[in-house]
């Protein structure tokens, strides 16, 4: 069986058991079990490569993984993130396209801070996606990102070190009390917390299935950890500081009058890419 062969084969496996992209992720699993990267993958369909036994039954099995709707990264070890590529797999939650939108709300709220060293902190870190883009994009920065779970922390720990970024402090405390110390003093406070509420079941076997619950179920409305992660901003942010909040499409409203009973300032809801209600900001 050669390369295009087995890639045909792949694609109609996932395209069978409804994968959203059978395309790309077939592509993804091979280059995967090869070792290279998709357009040298690429490169390699059109000279006809030939796998050995070892190889494509390698790639046979992470497509049957794939089929039976384990997520992609887990299978490849890896997520981007805008820029980056993260370790993840079982026990943390697997970073989204869309939180790339609340990632950059909180850089914009960053690098608007005049002079000196701003600071943030990202509020239930899981992989430490959104504290590592702002480290990373906003170099000047000093990032402190939380986490209590204690499986996350191992991968946002391992993703620290591999990002290298020395402007980041990584703090293993309930977002509830951490970090007291920095009370008052941080310009930017953002979170993907647990918002979706216990009696509701996510669409995606992705989600429903290998996403850790901690990262997924907020109370009966889905807002326990929110309203949580209001009280911890307030205390957090200086004045005029920027609470950047992720949530799902049918929240932003109910965000917004929480976060005004709370006494937060101009509170205003950010669509993400398909036109949903995906984060909401306001300022302290």
């Given at each position: 069986?050669?390369?295009?062969?087995?890639?045909?084969?792949?694609?109609?496996?996932?395209?069978?058991a409804r994968v959203t992209s059978p395309d790309a992720d077939a592509e993804l699993l091979v280059a995967h079990v090869l070792g290279v990267s998709r357009g040298q993958l690429q490169a390699?369909?059109?000279?006809g490569v030939t796998l050995d036994a070892e190889q494509r039954h390698a790639v046979l099995e992470l497509v049957e993984r794939r089929a039976a709707r384990e997520p992609l990264q887990h299978l490849t070890g890896l997520a981007a993130f805008r820029s980056l590529e993260l370790r993840v797999g079982p026990g943390v939650f697997v970073p989204r396209p869309e939180t790339e939108i609340v990632?950059?709300?909180a850089i914009d709220a960053l690098l608007a801070v005049p002079g000196g060293s701003p600071r943030a902190a990202d509020l239930g870190t899981g992989s430490g996606a959104i504290a590592l883009a702002l480290a990373t994009e906003v170099p000047h920065a000093e990032v402190v990102a939380v986490e209590n779970s204690p499986r996350a922390f191992i991968w946002a720990r391992e993703n620290v070190a591999r990002v290298g970024a020395s402007n980041l402090r990584l703090v293993f405390a309930d977002l509830r009390h951490a970090v007291p110390e920095l009370d008052g003093t941080l310009d930017v406070v953002v979170s993907n917390p647990p918002y979706i509420p216990v009696g509701?079941?996510?669409?995606?076997?992705?989600?429903?299935?290998?996403?850790p619950e901690v990262a997924l179920?907020?109370?009966a409305d889905g807002l326990d950890v929110v309203r949580a992660?209001?009280?911890t901003?307030?205390?957090?942010?200086?004045?005029?500081?920027a609470l950047v909040l992720e949530h799902g499409e049918l929240q932003g409203a109910d965000i917004r009058a929480l976060l005004t009973?709370?006494?937060?300032r101009a509170p205003a809801t950010t669509r993400d890419l398909l036109g949903r209600d995906r984060a909401t900001t306001a300022i302290r």
């Amino acid at each position: 069986m050669n390369l295009r062969a087995l890639l045909d084969h792949a694609v109609a496996v996932l395209t069978a058991a409804r994968v959203t992209s059978p395309d790309a992720d077939a592509e993804l699993l091979v280059a995967h079990v090869l070792g290279v990267s998709r357009g040298q993958l690429q490169a390699q369909i059109v000279t006809g490569v030939t796998l050995d036994a070892e190889q494509r039954h390698a790639v046979l099995e992470l497509v049957e993984r794939r089929a039976a709707r384990e997520p992609l990264q887990h299978l490849t070890g890896l997520a981007a993130f805008r820029s980056l590529e993260l370790r993840v797999g079982p026990g943390v939650f697997v970073p989204r396209p869309e939180t790339e939108i609340v990632a950059q709300l909180a850089i914009d709220a960053l690098l608007a801070v005049p002079g000196g060293s701003p600071r943030a902190a990202d509020l239930g870190t899981g992989s430490g996606a959104i504290a590592l883009a702002l480290a990373t994009e906003v170099p000047h920065a000093e990032v402190v990102a939380v986490e209590n779970s204690p499986r996350a922390f191992i991968w946002a720990r391992e993703n620290v070190a591999r990002v290298g970024a020395s402007n980041l402090r990584l703090v293993f405390a309930d977002l509830r009390h951490a970090v007291p110390e920095l009370d008052g003093t941080l310009d930017v406070v953002v979170s993907n917390p647990p918002y979706i509420p216990v009696g509701a079941i996510p669409r995606d076997p992705e989600v429903r299935l290998h996403d850790p619950e901690v990262a997924l179920y907020g109370g009966a409305d889905g807002l326990d950890v929110v309203r949580a992660v209001s009280a911890t901003a307030r205390r957090l942010l200086r004045p005029g500081g920027a609470l950047v909040l992720e949530h799902g499409e049918l929240q932003g409203a109910d965000i917004r009058a929480l976060l005004t009973a709370d006494g937060w300032r101009a509170p205003a809801t950010t669509r993400d890419l398909l036109g949903r209600d995906r984060a909401t900001t306001a300022i302290r």
